[in-house]
């Protein structure tokens, strides 16, 4: 709990920042449009500022909720239409039973303590019928089965709480990110696929998702072309997307 709301102030949002966020905006809407609803309300975890939220409230006309642990966050996501709350994820989130028609959790699961706790928090709130798309990244994708044979730390995973480049060898000179995300849980396909079906939900479809990474001009290329191949198999895909749904 500590830990969590201490990384949470790392994430203090301006609403006059001059980073562009659309391209990467663009390509979630691409993941995520086929799967949402048209009606009803949708729920984001860990919402923001409420760019993305923003966007699915354009494209859907759907009631679209948010909750963060980020103050800033969340006052931005106000003004932007998206009826947001402060709220810790390792706690009871602040909904009555079989509230929402749909929940998302882009890139949040693996910042959470109590995961279990959590799924059966969004079971609880999620309607009969109701579905969740998660995306989160892969433990066992492509480049950490190589990272982890040659020695080096495994992307995502992080050994401490300064920086993520403990154990990163040789990769500390191509990392410009470098403090840690706050990581906390890891999973991979099974291991998702798992934690969702022993809270109740069934699986509707996993799929992969490749993700960019700004690398010299010598290494883009290739790393690119082979993150989209491999992003074909979810099991070794950069992040893994998956759809599942509370029976009705």
Same mark, same amino acid.
């Given at each position: ?40 309300? %949708?729920?984001?975890?860990?919402? &923001?500022?409420? $760019?993305?939220?923003? /966007?699915?409230? *354009?494209? +859907?006309? #759907? @009631?679209?909720?948010? %909750?963060?642990?980020?103050?800033? &966050?969340?006052? $931005?996501?106000?003004? /932007?239409?998206? *009826?947001? +709350?402060? #709220? @810790?994820?390792?706690? %009871? ?156």
């Amino acid at each position: 709990m500590k830990f969590s709301k201490s990384y949470a102030k790392l994430y203090l949002y301006h609403e006059d920042s001059d980073i562009d966020y659309s391209a990467s905006l663009n390509y979630r809407m691409q993941i995520i449009a086929p799967y949402l609803v048209s009606k009803g309300k %949708i729920l984001e975890l860990g919402c &923001g500022e409420g $760019l993305l939220s923003q /966007r699915i409230r *354009k494209k +859907t006309h #759907a @009631d679209v909720f948010g %909750i963060d642990i980020s103050t800033s &966050g969340v006052t $931005l996501a106000k003004k /932007r239409g998206i *009826k947001a +709350t402060v #709220a @810790d994820l390792n706690s %009871i989130l602040p909904f009555p039973d079989t509230y929402f028609d749909m929940i998302l959790s882009d890139q949040v699961l693996e910042h959470v303590y109590n995961t279990d706790f959590l799924l059966s928090e969004i079971f609880r709130i999620l309607k009969p019928g109701g579905s969740v798309i998660a995306i989160t990244p892969n433990l066992s994708f492509w480049l950490n089965r190589i990272l982890f044979i040659i020695g080096v730390y495994p992307v995502f995973l992080e050994a401490g709480e300064r920086s993520k480049l403990y154990g990163t060898r040789f990769l500390k000179n191509y990392i410009q990110d470098k403090g840690a995300m706050g990581h906390i849980h890891i999973f991979n396909r099974h291991a998702l696929e798992d934690i969702f079906r022993a809270h109740g939900f069934s699986i509707t479809r996993v799929f992969g998702s490749p993700l960019s990474w700004n690398l010299p001009k010598f290494l883009q290329i290739p790393y690119n072309m082979a993150d989209r191949f491999f992003s074909l198999f979810p099991s070794l895909a950069r992040d893994i997307v998956i759809i599942a749904m509370k029976h009705k």
